[in-house]
């Protein structure tokens, strides 16, 4: 039997060489891109404070204890900031005992959509990710996105183009975080380049017909 090996970006395919495998091509994740059509009404403008959104498994590997302890610092100087969580998993009553920021539990994809279009911040402060769909579909609804520069974050995101790049440590969260906290026509930039990438290069569509050249090959 053929084994035919594929990586989710680059940087996975570069990984999958310290196992001695040789990628054929790269199949990104990707998302339903008309499903922005459905949740863009969804209102942000009567919002007093600015949304920072995080979504996953509530996990160390997650980076959501940097994120914590970033956010703590970022209260210390802003007050119209807001942290919601959505996710589960061993850390949630640790997190529980935090105050100033917002549990929603595991979602569903519906609801999960609808935070993205009413967050003004998308927050992955993950330590390792192949490429991360959370980033995609905050991209799409127009969020702006800080992110860990890892796996193949960075084929989603060119630093200070589609949004801010910055490494798994508290400090640097905090100062990206704050850059856009301070500063809303960088968010709606970001955000706007960010959801026009996403469209034009993760979509399904796009992905299928690179499996189509890839079995024709």
Not at 153 to 173: A, H, N, Q, W
């Amino acid at each position: 039997m053929l084994k035919i090996f594929i990586g989710v970006s680059r940087a996975c395919c570069n990984w999958l060489k310290h196992y001695k495998i040789n990628a054929k091509g790269v199949l990104s994740n990707a998302i339903e891109v008309s499903e922005y059509d459905f949740y863009k009404d969804i209102s942000k403008t009567n919002q007093k404070n600015i949304r920072i959104l995080y979504a996953g498994r509530l996990i160390k590997d997650k980076g959501i204890i940097l994120l914590v302890e970033a956010f703590k610092r970022i209260l210390n100087n802003f007050t119209n900031v807001e942290l919601f969580i959505a996710g589960d998993g061993p850390l949630e009553e640790i997190l529980k005992k935090e105050k100033n920021m917002q549990l929603l539990g595991k979602l569903n994809h519906e609801e999960l959509m609808k935070e993205y279009a009413k967050a003004d911040i998308f927050i992955n402060p993950s330590y390792s990710e192949g490429l991360p769909t959370t980033v995609l579909e905050a991209g799409l609804m127009k969020c702006a996105v800080v992110a860990t520069d890892v796996g193949g974050t960075s084929e989603i995101i060119e630093d200070r183009k589609e949004g801010l790049l910055c490494k798994p440590e508290v400090l640097d969260i905090t100062e990206k975080l704050e850059v856009l906290i301070k500063d809303e026509i960088l968010r709606e930039t970001l955000g706007e380049k960010l959801h026009e990438k996403v469209v034009k290069q993760f979509s399904w569509d796009n992905t299928a017909n690179k499996i189509l050249e890839l079995l024709q090959k």
